[in-house]
């Protein structure tokens, strides 16, 4: 059985907003590799 981790591996940033520290995701790059791992791991 094949495992696929989210968020992906340097996906997450560290950015500062009004209120403070908080991580911000690609979710492109995570949902394109969730993707490919569920339509091509067939």
Sequence with gaps: METLRIPLQD???NELVDVGA?????FDKNTQALKVF????C
């Design 11 to 13: 996906t997450l940033t």
């Design 22 to 26: 908080v991580l911000s995701i690609d």
């Design 38 to 41: 569920i339509y091509l791991s």
